[in-house]
């Protein structure tokens, strides 16, 4: 409630912004207490009379619920911090987006605590309306008011897909509360799950809205958007899964190719972006890809007997969900700070900024190596769990032609790191390091220490789950048994942990010692410059772009995501200014689904022209249809 109240003071004006960050940083504090509550104990039911035919207000709070509304509260509460000095109150639109980001936290924990999918279907439109106007926030820009009605086509296809699955969970069950799912029902409802939760999850092919929307959106939103929106695509999935008693094998293996496609291929699409918050958009949808991977392994691995595999599997893609929205909300605040100071979103425009901006820049090298798997953080844990369901597949594999395929888990997990890690050299290296490469970033300053402190619970959180991972272990295991209640407990992930965590803190032992002994080293070291090359003072032109330092690995994917480039194509002996221009357009969104929208509006522009007003034409019309009946019954 108090995050749904918080952003009316705001609408008063400056003084009312700061009772706005109050309200929410508290209701956040209460709601992770009531998450651990959640967690720790059993599930708390609320049921009140509701006059909506077929609703009831019934809320169930189990430790699955608990789970994914614990990150919601904790970035509604680094959101609100961050806000008041990112979007100040006096900037355009800043009344608005306190408003509408507070009831939108308050309709995800609402989606979340739902056990009536009448109420779960209200919230779901509750998020939707209000993460449209929070995209919509610079409506001034076209490309803002683009990504804002993609988002809103988008959301209305997968409640058209809900509606269908309520339906026919309703016809199954003969209840509108979520309630067992019997074997000959789950085939339709999970097919239509798929396509909801997959368009509100971002999981290619359904993820045409997300790239544009979190890039439009402010970078605190864009943390919320990426860090839990999309989460809930996930939640809803696990939701219905474990309330099936029995998973198709076509549904599972399309699960896991979907995973794979969208964990490779959405990284391959974040190397071509010349965008910050576009290639941390599409980082979005490989993690998205990472998780359902994992849900894959596990469906797949149950069918096939092998239920230590699936263990792994689900214990690996729910602990990601954690970690991506801590890593990922780090890396949307920390790049948010960048496009604050040097007022662009082009990686190619900015430079330099790790000397004036020390504190973003160690914030987002965390957040790149957190989110690369690289230890001692927290994206190494829950990938270190998918790794070992995948080697377990391999070890204990089902000669069955669907169970081989989790076979492909581990090549997958494995080129989605070394291609993140390539995407985020190229991102960090463009950003932060060399010289600036305009007047706006060689003039960025290290951004207000309140946007500091919001980043600062993100890093002791990824850091937390990376060093002592051990810890989350058994309140893993009460997640894991109540998203799939059919497999055989207890199951110990602590101690599975426990190599990871030796493992975290024997790198960050090495990792200390180093820093130390760099320290120590140059202490007292005359500094001067390096060769030159007899270049006396090297222009920020003769740098990498970040377009050329991934060419290679692009162009390797060019079959899937070919560039469109402008170049001039000749040159006169003496030639004047000349321009190159290369961007990597959405295959799915820009090659399939805008074109057939133009179709389909030339379709509508013909309509207009036969229905013009005039009787004489609609006559006509009349005398030609009853020819061509007259002629057609005389056949």
């Known amino acids: ?17 700061a009772v706005t960050a109050a309200l929410i940083v508290t209701g956040a504090l209460a709601g992770l207490a009531g998450c651990a509550l959640g967690l720790a104990g059993p599930p708390t039911v609320v049921l009140l009379p509701w006059q909506i035919p077929g609703g009831a207000f019934h809320l169930r709070v189990d430790a699955l619920a608990a789970f994914f509304a614990a990150p919601v509260f904790l970035l509604a509460g680094v959101g609100g911090i961050y806000a008041e000095r990112y979007w100040p109150i006096s900037r355009g639109g800043a009344r608005p987006v306190r408003l509408f980001f507070g009831i939108m936290v308050s309709a995800l924990v609402l989606m979340i605590a739902a056990a009536n999918t009448i109420l779960f279907i209200a919230a779901w439109e509750m998020v939707a309306l209000t993460a449209f106007f929070l995209v919509a926030t610079e409506h001034d820009q076209p490309e803002a008011r683009r990504a804002a009605w993609i988002y809103l086509a988008s959301s209305h296809v997968a409640t058209l897909a809900l509606f269908g699955a309520v339906v026919l969970m309703h016809a199954a069950t003969g209840t509108w509360d979520f309630a067992r799912i019997p074997a000959g029902a789950a085939s339709a409802i999970l097919w239509l799950a798929l396509i909801a939760f997959g ?30 929106v999309i989460k809930m695509g996930i939640y809803g999935l696990v939701r219905v899964l474990s309330l099936t008693e029995v998973v198709p094998p076509s549904f599972s293996i399309t699960l896991l190719v979907a ?43 149950q069918r096939y007997g092998m239920t230590g595999v699936a263990a792994l599997g689900f214990a690996g893609a729910l ?71 995948g080697f377990g597949s391999i070890t204990r594999s089902n000669p069955a032609a669907p169970a081989l395929l989790l076979m492909l888990v581990v090549p997958a997990l494995a080129l989605t790191g070394a291609l993140a890690l390539a995407c985020f050299v190229k ?7 060399g010289s600036p490469r305009t007047p706006q970033a060689a003039a960025a300053s290290e951004v207000p220490r309140s946007m500091l402190l919001a ?40 101690d599975l942990l426990l190599p990871v965590q030796f493992a975290s803190i024997a790198v960050a032992v090495i990792c200390a010692a180093a820093v130390l002994l760099l320290v120590a080293v140059t202490r007292g070291a005359r500094r001067t410059v390096t060769w030159d090359c007899g270049y006396d003072k090297p222009s920020a032109r003769m740098q990498y772009t970040s377009s050329s330092f991934a060419r290679g690995l692009v162009s390797f994917f060019a079959w899937i995501l070919p560039p469109v480039v402008h170049a001039p194509h000749e040159f006169s002996l003496f030639p004047s200014g000349a321009a190159f221009e290369s961007h990597v357009p959405d295959t799915v969104l820009d090659r399939a689904v805008l074109p057939v929208v133009r179709g389909g509006r030339r379709l509508l522009g013909f309509a207009r022209f036969i229905q013009s007003g005039r009787v004489q034409l609609y006559l006509l019309y009349i005398g030609a249809t009853l020819i061509a009946l007259l002629a057609w019954s005389a056949r």
């Open 1 to 17: 409630m108090l995050c749904a109240i918080s952003g009316f003071p705001a609408l008063a004006g400056r003084r009312g912004s």
């Open 199 to 228: 368009f509100k999850a971002g999981l290619m092919p359904f993820h045409i809205w997300l790239p544009g929307a979190h890039a439009a959106a402010p970078s605190h939103v864009s943390a919320v958007l990426s860090g839990v």
């Open 259 to 301: 995973g794979i496609a969208s964990s490779v291929l959405g990284v391959a699409f974040a190397l071509a972006q010349h965008d910050l918050k576009r290639l941390l958009a599409y980082h979005s949808i490989e993690n998205i890809g990472i998780i359902v991977t994992g849900l894959g392994i596990a469906l797949v691995a």
């Open 319 to 389: 602990l990601h969900v954690w970690n991506h929205g801590l890593f990922k909300a780090l890396l949307f605040l920390s790049g948010g700070a960048a496009v604050h100071e040097t007022h662009t979103r082009e990686i190619d425009r900015m430079g330099g900024l790790a000397r004036t901006m020390p504190a973003t820049a160690v914030a987002f090298v965390i957040g790149a190596a957190a989110i690369v798997g690289l230890p001692p953080l927290n994206g190494f844990v829950s990938e270190w769990l998918l790794y070992l369901a």
């Open 427 to 433: 991102a960090f290296g463009a950003v932060f390091l």
């Open 455 to 494: 980043m600062a619970p993100l890093i002791a959180g990824c850091a937390a789950i990376g060093l002592f991972p051990a810890a989350v272990g058994p309140l893993l295991g009460r997640v894991v048994r109540v998203a799939e209640p059919h497999l055989p407990y207890p199951v110990n992930f602590a």
